[in-house]
């Protein structure tokens, strides 16, 4: 059975950073797309970035890119993502999931229809 456990989430002021960890058993990392996605109150949910083609390339959406890195740890089978210079826009639950199937069509990576497997959600809050 695949699960994905979120954490590393919390308050944080503005221009701060955080690290998101997503532990992933069941499967191991280098069978498996992965991605990362997140929901604030009363919004759709938004990918904002993925491993998913086989190469192991990265893909970010365009609100978070040059700001936050998504990377694997192949020996501890985790996922992460690095946020850093956060905004207040930010605030949301971030959410880590498995696909798996690979693409080179890496906005794909970006749509939550796309992935198998799912994460409970960690809160990211952005304030002063």
């Known amino acids: 059975q695949v699960q994905l456990v979120e954490s590393g989430g919390g308050l944080v002021q503005p221009g701060g950073s955080l690290r998101l960890s997503c532990a992933v058993s069941g499967v191991t990392l280098d069978l498996v797309g992965v991605g990362w996605f997140r929901q604030a109150p009363g919004k759709e949910r938004e990918g904002i970035s993925c491993?998913?083609?086989?190469?192991?390339?990265?893909y970010y959406a365009d609100s978070v890119k040059g700001r936050f890195t998504i990377s694997r740890d192949t020996v501890k089978n985790t996922v992460y993502l690095q946020m850093d210079s956060l905004k207040p826009e930010d605030t949301a639950v971030y959410y880590c999931a498995a696909a798996r199937t690979f693409t080179t069509d890496q906005p794909l990576g970006l749509r939550s229809g796309w992935y198998d497997f799912w994460g409970q959600g960690t809160q990211v809050t952005v304030s002063s």
């Open positions: 491993i998913i083609s086989l190469d192991g390339s990265d």
